[in-house]
Nanobody
Framework: QVQLVESGGGLVQAGGSLRLSCAASGRTFSTYAMGWFRQPPGKEREFVAC????????YYADSVKGRFTMSRDNTENTVYLQMNSLKPEDTAIYYC?????????????????WGQGTQVTVSS
């Protein structure tokens, strides 16, 4: 089992920045990738970014490329999502997830463990 705890959400004006954190504990040695997803109000959960735990390579949704940066601290089993130039359409609950099987990176069904989510609200 892997436990995930997100933090760092909040209310910010358009154009502002937030930094989300996700701390992993438990069987973290089995991690293949960690990802960030978000679920806007009334919509399905969608991919935002992920990082390969072995290579450190990052992948981003087109909607956040150039604005969001995902990074990790291996020693702390923590990942971060730096979000700059935020837009009202970035408003969502942001979830951290762990993928252990190596079958995929971009879909919710690829991931095995999920955090409880943190709310990000961007006002116009």
């Amino acid at each position: 089992q892997v436990q995930l705890v997100e933090s760092g959400g909040g209310l910010v004006q358009a154009g502002g920045s937030l930094r989300l954190s996700c701390a992993a504990s438990g069987r973290t040695f089995s991690t293949y990738a960690m990802g960030w997803f978000r679920q806007p109000p009334g919509k399905e959960r969608e991919f935002v970014a992920c990082i390969s735990w072995r290579t450190g390579r990052t992948y981003y949704a087109d909607s956040v490329k150039g604005r969001f940066t995902m990074s990790r601290d291996n020693t702390e089993n923590t990942v971060y999502l730096q979000m700059n130039s935020l837009k009202p359409e970035d408003t969502a609950i942001y979830y951290c997830a762990v993928e252990v099987d190596g079958y995929g990176l971009y879909n919710t069904y690829d991931y095995d463990y999920w955090g409880q989510g943190t709310q990000v609200t961007v006002s116009s």
